[in-house]
């Protein structure tokens, strides 16, 4: 045989392994989207940015503790305003703004 016949045969060979491999790729994704779906891959993704951003919160929580409970501190302060302003003596503000004292505005 002359080299080019044998180069062409193991250029063949090459070019049907690797056609071979590219079918079994897409015979193993074709498969894999028959067990799942892309609203069931889609909602895996999201429960696993879920848990990273959980872990992570939990994480900086851990390392800033005197913030954290500041800032619990200043949320519950806030919800209990109306309350804690009649124990001074002074009248709750119910939701006033600029627009609704000043209608000529």
């Given at each position: 045989?002359?080299?080019?016949?044998?180069?062409?045969?193991?250029?063949?060979?090459?070019?049907?392994?690797?056609?071979?491999?590219?079918?079994?790729?897409?015979?193993?994704?074709?498969?894999?989207?028959?067990?799942?779906?892309?609203?069931?891959?889609?909602?895996?993704?999201?429960?696993?940015?879920?848990?990273?951003?959980?872990?992570?919160?939990?994480?900086?929580?851990?390392d800033?503790?005197g913030?954290?409970?500041?800032?619990?501190?200043?949320?519950?302060?806030?919800?209990?305003?109306?309350?804690?302003?009649?124990?001074?003596?002074?009248?709750?503000?119910?939701?006033?703004?600029?627009?609704?004292?000043?209608?000529?505005?």
């Amino acid at each position: 045989m002359s080299d080019r016949r044998i180069q062409m045969l193991e250029d063949k060979y090459l070019r049907d392994s690797a056609r071979a491999l590219v079918e079994a790729d897409i015979e193993h994704l074709k498969s894999d989207f028959a067990n799942k779906g892309l609203g069931e891959r889609a909602i895996d993704r999201a429960r696993e940015g879920a848990t990273d951003l959980y872990e992570e919160a939990i994480g900086m929580a851990e390392d800033n503790k005197g913030a954290l409970v500041a800032l619990i501190a200043a949320i519950v302060v806030w919800f209990a305003r109306n309350p804690i302003m009649e124990m001074f003596g002074r009248e709750p503000d119910e939701g006033s703004d600029t627009a609704t004292e000043n209608p000529e505005r």
